[in-house]
């Protein structure tokens, strides 16, 4: 069982930014990937960005060149940093780990946290 603890999160401006972190119980490097995801009111979850156990990223179209993920490996943290943020990008941010090797991996979900943007 990994257990995330999202924190971060809250109110911001239009073009201002925060970070989200999400801290894991598990090493990183013993984990596939942790992504994040977001759902809008009335939407889908969707996926924002990953980050490997090799700390590979990878980014949605719509936050490429804002937002960036990174980690701490001593303490097994990944983090979020969102930049130039817009209304659109309100949402609940979560967290998710992938573990595994054989089939289907394992995921595991941070308890996300709340980011709204005002216009």
């Known amino acids: 069982q990994v257990h995330l603890v999202q924190s971060g999160g809250g109110l911001v401006q239009t073009g201002g930014s925060l970070r989200l972190s999400c801290a894991s119980s598990?090493?990183?490097?013993?984990?596939?990937?942790v992504k994040w995801y977001r759902q809008a009111p009335e939407k889908q979850r969707e996926l924002v960005a990953s980050?490997?156990?090799?700390?590979?990223?990878t980014y949605e179209d719509s936050v490429k060149g804002r937002f960036v993920t990174t980690r701490n490996t001593v303490n097994n943290t990944v983090f979020l940093q969102m930049n130039n943020l817009e209304p659109e990008d309100t949402a609940v941010y979560y967290c998710?780990?992938?573990?595994?090797?054989?089939?289907?991996?394992?995921?595991?979900w941070g308890q996300g946290t709340q980011v709204t943007v005002s216009s």
């Open positions: 998710k780990a992938e573990k595994g090797s054989w089939g289907p991996p394992m995921e595991f």
């Open positions: 598990e090493s990183l490097f013993l984990l596939n990937v």
């Open positions: 980050i490997t156990s090799r700390g590979s990223t």
